[in-house]
């Protein structure tokens, strides 16, 4: 199984790291510092850091393989946004699930780094989308 990281985990974010567990991954999960207890009880390992500080996030990516950007709407500047596929290139993630603004920053990020990208909207299975990236590749 992968080590997902949901970038942040909040109350959807936590519903789906209880999915992923249950499906055998592990899970860390990003937060500004308030649900840390609510993130280990969903069963992912809490990990503070904030998607508008890209460096705050670099060691969560530690043994990940997927991340989930689930910023939904969230305005993180396209410019940090983009320093965050850049971090990713030298790294072990080899796939993102985004969600919300900054779509054509992924789009482009994924076709430069060669990095799989599945798209998501609000109310769309994610954990669906993160059982396509781990897929292998035919």
């Known amino acids: 199984m992968a ?4 970038v942040p985990c909040g ?3 936590r519903a789906l790291a209880r999915e992923l567990r249950a499906a055998g991954h592990a899970v860390r999960g990003t937060t500004r510092g ?3 207890t609510d993130i280990a009880e969903a069963g992912a390992e809490p990990y503070i850091g904030d998607p508008d500080r ?3 996030l670099m060691e ?7 991340v989930c950007w689930l910023a939904g709407t969230i305005d993180i500047p396209d410019g940090r946004l983009r320093m965050f596929w850049e971090k990713i ?3 072990g993630v080899r796939g ?3 969600e919300g603004a900054g779509e ?11 990095i799989p990208l599945e798209l998501v909207r609000v109310g769309d299975p994610v954990a669906d989308a993160v059982a396509r990236l781990l897929q292998p590749a035919h």
């Open 104 to 114: 054509a920053i992924a789009r482009a990020s994924a076709e430069t780094w060669q």
């Open 89 to 91: 290139v030298d790294t």
């Open 3 to 6: 080590r997902v990281l949901i």
């Open 34 to 36: 308030a649900h840390t």
């Open 60 to 66: 969560a990516l530690h043994g990940v393989t997927v």
């Open 96 to 98: 993102v699930v985004h």
């Open 54 to 56: 890209i460096a705050t």
């Open 11 to 13: 109350c959807r974010g």
